[in-house]
Nanobody
């Protein structure tokens, strides 16, 4: 079992920055992928960024060039640095961890954290 706890959210003015953190604990697989998802009311969820065990990254077009995902395996923590924030970035952000070690696997989620960028 894996538990994820997000932190670092809040309210920031347009153009500002936030860094989200997600601390993982429990039976974390060595082969895994962390992801940050977001969902705003009335909108579909979006995978904002992901990072593999080998630090290969993926970004959605919405955050490309503004967001950076990173991980610190020693701390079992994944981060999302968000710069040049826009009102459309307002959403609940969820941390996700997918483990792939055969024959086992898991799909763990944090409870989410609010990010608000007023217009």
């Amino acid at each position: 079992q894996v538990q994820l706890v997000e932190s670092g959210g809040g309210l920031v003015q347009p153009g500002g920055s936030l860094r989200l953190s997600c601390a993982a604990s429990g039976s974390i697989f060595s082969i895994n992928m962390y992801g940050w998802y977001r969902q705003a009311p009335g909108k579909e969820g979006e995978l904002v960024a992901s990072i593999t065990s080998a630090h290969s990254t993926h970004y959605a077009d919405s955050g490309k060039g503004r967001f950076t995902i990173s991980r610190d395996n020693a701390k079992n923590t994944v981060y999302l640095q968000m710069n040049s924030l826009k009102p459309e970035d307002t959403a609940v952000y969820y941390c996700n961890d997918k483990g792939y070690n055969a024959p086992h696997g898991y799909d763990a989620w944090g409870r989410g954290i609010q990010v608000t960028v007023p217009s």
